[in-house]
């Protein structure tokens, strides 16, 4: 498992502000869209999030529409985990992934996942959601979003549920500007969706296919003659006459339309309705547009504000490389879309902004102390706090205890800084163990040490202290 960055000396000298300027790095990406029509997750997603591809993907964005919301059903759901977020959390974490982030509003849920040791160059995440429902108030149809940096990069993946049926095409678009003129950041430098660099809109986008008749969009399916049916494809047409959707861009549709099928089975809607097959389920992306050149002092042109500027010293490069749906699950009326995506860019930001490491043995014998330094521009807070996992963590909220930095300093340099941690916070019986440090300005780990041992409590076990399990680890409880 690669979890935080090689273990080296901490010292002023090893944090640059950039350990990769130049060098072209390709990260690949996971995009899943699925409506799961109310129903409970399946047993195996491995097919879902192609586990078993040969070069594992960097970030899992997945996008779901229509999770189970009834009232009993969406309040157990904030007490606890939903059952959705609950399966891939479990199959990633066993992975080397860790939810970053994740955001719902109603029957939308967009969570956001990566591999472990890319963890502390994601920051600045922020999330918000835009209901379009009745009166634009209920959020059974909408848009949620994430964003964040991405070694310095500005990424927003958007997850929409727009208007359902034939006649509401450009109902539709009018909703996904709605969304996009209504959500925003308190990121200075993107406040709105489509300042990010990297935009990604997906989910049950509900456009239809048009004017062919059911019988003839079936033998186009049928004889896999899909590009028939582009022509008429409602979003398809929607583009052309559209500039914000014209900036967009998708993968030519050659996989079956994903809707509308009869619950567990490869058919098409057999009901009375018998509702024409459609792409209602769409991954799209969008690289920011270079600004025009605006006058400057002299006669020549600057392309933009500072912000694009910047960018443009930095190559970032978007290819997909597929685009397909997924027909092994069928517990719902759609079935699920897969984009992958190889993202080749230089990285902005090529050293952590916070290094850790544990300090001597550790066990819950002992208190125990450990070692942090930080970058110069790293913001600081009292409210910062450095937590303790097991390996195999599934978020940042899965810690099996925490310090708050300032409080529990013992020692201060100009270069590293030393924090006590009582050994009641340690589990009895040890295990593999990383540190995460937690910044409360960023709302992100921006730190993570190499794993360590933590070893079995000799005298808790002589005392006959009784484990209490958490998170698979074990504390101390005298009897």
Not at 200 to 205: E, H, Q, R, S
Not at 281 to 307: I, N, S
Not at 403 to 409: H, S
Request: with cysteine; proline share 5%; net charge negative.
């Amino acid at each position: 498992m690669e979890v935080g960055s090689s273990a080296g000396p901490l010292n002023s000298a090893s944090l640059g502000k950039n350990g990769s300027k130049g060098k072209v790095d390709s990260f690949r990406l996971h995009v899943v869209t699925w409506n799961v029509a109310s129903a409970e997750p399946p047993g195996d997603v491995s097919a879902l999030l192609q586990l078993a591809a040969n070069r594992p993907p960097d970030l899992y964005a997945i996008g779901l529409q229509e999770v189970n919301s009834t009232p009993l059903k969406f309040v157990a759901d904030l007490a606890f985990e939903d059952s959705w977020s609950n399966v891939f959390m479990t199959r990633l974490a066993a992975q080397g992934y860790m939810k970053v982030s994740s955001i719902r509003m109603q029957g939308l849920l967009l969570l956001l996942f990566s591999r472990l040791h890319h963890v502390p160059f994601i920051h600045h995440i922020q999330t918000t959601y835009t209901p379009t429902g009745v009166l634009r108030y209920w959020g059974n149809k909408g848009g949620v979003s994430v964003r964040f940096s991405f070694y310095g990069h500005t990424l927003c993946f958007l997850n929409c549920h727009l208007a359902a049926h034939m006649d509401y095409a450009l109902q539709r678009v009018d909703e996904f500007k709605y969304i996009l003129g209504t959500q925003s950041f308190s990121a200075a430098d993107t406040p709105h969706v489509l300042d990010h660099r990297l935009v990604f809109w997906f989910g049950d986008l509900n456009f239809r296919i048009a004017d062919h008749a059911t019988g003839l969009v079936q033998s186009a399916i049928d004889n896999e003659r899909f590009s028939l049916l582009w022509e008429k494809d409602q979003l398809t047409m929607m583009k052309k006459e559209d500039a914000v959707l014209q900036e967009f861009q998708e993968a030519p549709l050659s996989f079956r339309p994903t809707y509308k099928y009869d619950l567990f089975s490869d058919t098409y809607d057999t009901s009375g309705k018998k509702r024409k097959p459609a792409w209602t389920d769409r991954v799209l992306w969008r690289l920011r547009p270079k600004a025009p050149p605006t006058p400057k002092e002299g006669g020549v042109g600057v392309c933009g504000g500072p912000q694009e500027e910047e960018d443009a010293k930095f190559l970032f490069k978007v290819v997909q490389d597929v685009y397909t749906c997924c027909m092994e699950y069928s517990c719902s009326d759609h079935k699920p879309v897969i984009g992958t995506f190889s993202l080749e860019l230089q990285k902005k930001v090529g050293v952590p902004l916070a290094r850790l490491r544990a300090e001597g043995e550790w066990s819950a014998d002992a208190d125990a102390l450990l070692t942090y330094s930080v970058m110069e521009s790293f913001p600081a807070s009292a409210w910062d706090w450095i937590g303790l996992y097991a390996v195999g963590f599934r978020s940042v909220q899965d810690y099996i205890s925490y310090t708050w930095v300032k409080d529990a300093e013992v020692s201060h340099s100009e270069e590293l800084i030393q924090v006590y941690v009582s050994k009641n916070e340690i589990p009895v019986r040890g295990g593999q163990c990383v540190l995460g440090y937690y910044s409360s300005k960023m709302q992100c780990i921006v730190g993570l040490s190499p794993p360590f041992q933590v070893h079995e409590s000799k005298v808790a076990m002589d005392e006959g202290a009784v484990p209490e399990n958490h998170y698979g680890l074990d504390f101390r409880a005298v009897n």
